[in-house]
């Protein structure tokens, strides 16, 4: 059974423009959840999708939003970026919610410039 | 809302000797709690889960945890680490039933294994 996918694995962006990141969950899996990883923060959760609905959202600014779509997987976008967006996002998929079970991605490491 | 505490931030064993990661938690509903473990440039890998049931709780590679209420404590320890073992661990917290904010995590602790 394949894992969570995500990509792009590296991405470069310039402060101010926008990007979009992708995850497919595990087969079957239903919920997917976005987390932030930086050295100072560690990990905080973005939001969670379940059924192309937003169940769950973190305390993140307006410029992060996501959706699924109906084979389950999702997007991530981050509109005007900031230097401190930089980060490792982390995808995490599960059959009824990451809550209870999160399977994680290998992540996406954006660099903003 | 819940929160995790993971004490050391570095913690250095011997090749051979017993590992023990700390992590104690805050929650005001049931928990469940999970250890990931991640290496360099890599997602997380999740090495065992607390839900309900038995308390303690075997998981991948020889690792095991034992969740104590009455300590709030879910400490991870394996009897003998390897090399291989070298990585950043993660202690997690959700609330039993689903909620609004997702895993959380503790701030990890990077096992450092001397030959």
Redesign the interface.
């Known amino acids: 059974k394949a894992g969570v996918t995500q990509t792009p694995r590296y991405l470069i962006k310039t402060r101010g423009q926008q990007v979009t990141l992708s995850c497919s969950p595990i087969s079957g899996h239903r919920s997917v959840s976005w987390y932030q990883q930086t050295p100072g923060q560690g990990l905080q959760f973005l939001f969670e999708y379940f059924s192309e609905t937003q169940r769950n959202k973190g305390n993140f600014p307006g410029r992060f939003s996501g959706r699924q779509f109906s084979n389950s997987r999702s997007e991530m976008n981050v509109s005007t970026l900031e230097l401190g967006d930089s980060a490792l996002y982390l995808c995490a998929s599960g059959y009824s919610s990451a809550n209870t079970e999160a399977f994680f991605g290998q992540g996406t490491r954006l660099t903003v410039v | 809302a819940q929160s995790v505490t993971q004490l050391g931030s570095h913690v250095s064993v011997s090749e051979g000797a017993l590992v023990l990661l700390r992590c104690n938690y805050s929650s005001s509903v049931p928990p469940?709690l999970?250890w990931?473990v991640q290496y360099p440039?890599?997602?997380?890998?999740?090495l065992l889960?607390y839900?309900t049931g038995a308390t303690l709780v075997k998981g991948i590679n020889g690792f095991e945890a034992e969740f104590k209420k009455s300590e709030t404590s879910f400490h991870l320890t394996k009897p003998s680490a390897h090399m291989s073992d070298a990585a950043e661990y993660?202690c997690?917290v959700?609330?039993a039933g689903?909620?609004?904010?997702?895993?959380?995590?503790?701030?990890?602790t990077h096992l450092i294994i001397q030959p």
């Open positions: 469940y999970f990931y440039n890599q997602g997380l890998q999740l889960k839900t993660f997690a959700s609330v689903g909620g609004a904010d997702g895993l959380t995590f503790g701030k990890g």
